[in-house]
Every structure is written in structure tokens, then in C-alpha cells.
């Protein structure tokens, strides 16, 4: 029977427990949202406080946990432990210099620190590397979504051509070719006036503050109308997928 207890108080504990503080903590928000007085005015920046407080140990934990992982994979020589154990050599080796840095320069970003020049010759160049395969698999991507296929795409390929166009110099040379064509076809136009249009760049202005704009409205209200039902649905414990661990 004690035993029957103490299962039902630990269930208590890690079901029910963290059900009511996430109920009490939102109510306590939404009564400081609408009654700014004491005590409940200044609820929302301590509660901001403590989400910074609590978000820097979920840092934590998380660094605790890929470390864990990591290093289990290495112990075990699982598939690929040599790049976990790259990975793990890094972490570590950031962290000693970031701290040796810190205690023999007073900053990590001193211009003379170890850390700096990890920073320079290895982070930078590893996330320029990164960005530009990135932009290869975009093009890729790209190549396979703006195939004229039917009007709908046809569309979205003239449209994708013209923002990229405004967005380049080589869009306001092209523009310039065009122009000084056009004024030897037709010689009463200014050469000088169809310059300065900027077709690609007035084009690309458009799209983007018309089109674009009304596209990305119904996507972020899309994004708030889904963020609310979520939040009443953790509110309300209905949602309890984070309970799950």
C-alpha cells in the first residue's frame, strides 16, 4: 500500500505538477496583461527574467546532452564515432580556449586571444563553406521548382527572375543594354529618362511590397491563429507531448 502511495505521489510529481505550473504561470500572465496595478504589474518582466534564467540552463542541458551522446558513441565505436569524435575534440577545444582567453586576455574577443584566431581562421571560413554549399542546394532546389511547367510557374519563374534582377548590380547594367537599345530603335526617347526607370529594381520593389506582402500577412497570420490554439492547448493540458521524457 505504501508502495501504491508513493507510486501515486511520484506520478503526482512528474504528471500533474508540471500541468499546474504551466496552468498558474499563464493565468497569472493573462491577469498581468489586463490589470497593469501592483502586484500583477510588473509579473511579465520578472517572468521574463526567469525565462532568460531557466533558457540559459536549457543551454546547458542541451551541451550536456550532445556531450553525453557523443561520447557514448565514441566508447562504443558505433558507426561514425570518428566525426563524434571530431565533434567532441571541438567543443571542448572552443571551450579551454574560450576560457583561457577570458582569464589571460580579461575577453575572448581580445584581438590577440586564441579564440580569436579560431574564430578568424576556422569558425569563419567553416560557416562561409556551410553558406555556400547551402546556396548550391537553394540553386538546386531552385532549378527544380521554377521548371516551366504551366502558367503557375511560368509566373513564378518571371517573378523569382525580376526580384533576383532588382536585387543585383548586374540587373541595373542589364537595365542600361535595354535602355540604350530602346533609344536606338526609337531615337525620340531619352536615353538618360529610361536609365533612371530602373524597370528590374521598380519591378522587384513592387512584387515584393504588393504580392509578396499578401502572401506573407496570410502566412504569419497562419503562424499566430496555430501559436494561439497551441498555447491554449499546453494552457489547458490537452497538449502534453512535452511530458513525454
Avoid at 501504491?4 to 504528471?15: A, T, V
Avoid at 538618360?192 to 528590374?200: G, H, P, S, T, V
Amino acid at each position: 500500500m505504501l508502495t501504491g502511495l508513493h507510486l501515486n505521489h511520484k506520478s503526482m510529481l512528474h504528471r500533474t505538477g508540471p500541468l499546474i505550473l504551466v496552468f498558474g504561470t499563464a493565468l497569472l500572465l493573462i491577469i498581468a496583461f489586463f490589470i497593469p496595478h501592483k502586484p500583477f504589474g510588473d509579473l511579465e518582466a520578472r517572468f521574463l527574467n526567469w525565462y532568460a534564467i531557466i533558457s540559459g540552463f536549457t543551454f546547458l542541458l542541451g551541451l550536456d546532452s550532445l556531450a553525453r551522446h557523443h561520447l557514448i558513441k565514441i566508447a562504443r565505436r558505433e558507426k561514425g564515432w570518428f566525426y563524434s569524435l571530431l565533434l567532441v575534440t571541438s567543443l571542448f577545444g572552443t571551450l579551454f580556449l574560450g576560457l583561457y582567453s577570458w582569464v589571460r586576455y580579461a575577453s575572448p574577443f581580445a584581438l590577440n586571444a586564441p579564440f580569436m584566431w579560431l574564430y578568424k581562421f576556422m569558425i569563419i571560413p567553416l560557416q562561409a563553406t556551410m553558406f555556400a554549399t547551402l546556396a548550391f542546394f537553394i540553386f538546386s532546389a531552385a532549378y527544380r521548382a521554377f521548371r516551366v511547367r504551366n502558367l503557375a510557374a511560368t509566373l513564378l519563374l518571371i517573378a523569382a527572375c525580376l526580384v533576383m534582377l532588382g536585387n543585383v548590380p548586374i540587373g541595373s547594367s542589364i537595365w542600361g543594354g535595354i535602355s540604350w537599345l530602346i533609344h536606338q530603335i526609337f531615337p525620340n526617347t531619352n536615353l538618360e529618362i529610361l536609365k533612371r526607370w530602373e524597370l528590374f529594381a521598380a519591378a522587384k520593389d513592387w512584387l515584393m511590397a504588393i504580392p509578396q506582402a499578401a502572401a506573407g500577412r496570410g502566412i504569419g497570420i497562419g503562424l499566430a491563429l496555430g501559436g494561439i490554439a497551441m498555447s491554449l492547448r499546453i494552457i489547458l493540458g490537452i497538449e502534453r507531448t512535452y511530458l513525454s521524457s
